[in-house]
């Protein structure tokens, strides 16, 4: 089993992500409500010192309450460690797990929207990289700290991907699986995010490295375009 389908219980408990609460039975405790904790039970104490919220649930962030299954089939970088990647940026799956987290209702989330100008890899060359670096570091410095954590949803780095360089393994059955869910709840991330950063700058294709096509719009019908 892939191990981000597992991080989201190890912050929150078996029964915190994945499903509805049951009937008249901790539903509100699943969802990290803190309102009636009871000293040393067991659900007060499921969340563990590994995640550091210490001895109570913690409320989940909106995207993780209302859309769980988001939490199990993405992945959210902290935005500190994106900042310490070099291009080309990795595969989510060859991250390790530690640069990852589950984001609570006081932290926030950051989406990136970008252009994918090659077929298994957005930005081999490191052109949006550097612009996308800045941004958030912008974000960083001004919402950053204050016990607020800053994750990231950039698609290469939450799904899982194909291989883009020689000896990288394909994807899994149970990533296959994974990716294609994860798409279903692409529109809950951008909807539930508390910053949207949107990337579109011009790139150029290196030599002998593929060519750039662009059909007029007055040609479009011509090419069965819509």
Same mark, same amino acid.
């Given at each position: 089993m892939p191990p981000w389908r597992l991080t989201p219980a190890a912050h929150w408990g078996d029964d915190a992500v994945g499903s509805e609460p049951a009937d008249g039975g901790g539903g509100e405790d699943a969802r990290g409500d803190t309102s009636s904790s009871s000293g040393g039970s067991s659900s007060s104490s499921r969340s563990g010192s590994s995640s550091g919220f210490g001895s109570q649930e913690i409320p989940m962030h909106p995207l993780f309450k209302h859309h769980p299954r988001a939490a199990i089939t993405m992945r959210f970088i902290r935005l500190e460690e994106l900042l310490r990647l070099s291009a080309p940026l990795p595969r989510c799956q060859d991250l390790p797990d530690d640069v990852f987290g589950?984001? @609570?209702?006081? =932290?926030?989330?950051?989406?990136?929207?970008?252009?994918?100008?090659? $077929?298994?890899? %957005?930005d081999p060359y490191g052109a949006e990289t550097a612009t996308l670096? @800045? $941004?958030?570091r912008r974000i960083l410095d001004r919402y950053g700290g204050r016990g607020t954590e800053l994750y990231v949803f950039l698609d290469f780095l939450a799904i %899982? $991907? @194909? %291989?883009?360089? %020689?000896? $990288?393994? =394909?994807?899994? =059955? =149970?990533?296959?699986?994974i990716f294609h869910e994860a798409l279903l709840h692409l529109d809950a991330v951008f909807l539930y995010a508390d910053f949207f950063v949107h990337v579109d700058m011009p790139m150029e294709v290196p030599r002998d490295d593929g060519e750039l096509y662009f059909a007029r719009p007055e040609h479009a019908p011509s090419l069965g375009l819509r």
């Open positions: 589950v984001m @609570r209702s006081c =932290d926030k989330l950051v989406a990136v929207s970008h252009g994918w100008r090659f $077929q298994v890899h %957005p670096r @800045r $941004q958030l %899982p $991907q @194909r %291989p883009f360089k %020689p000896g $990288q393994a =394909d994807r899994s =059955d =149970d990533e296959e699986d």
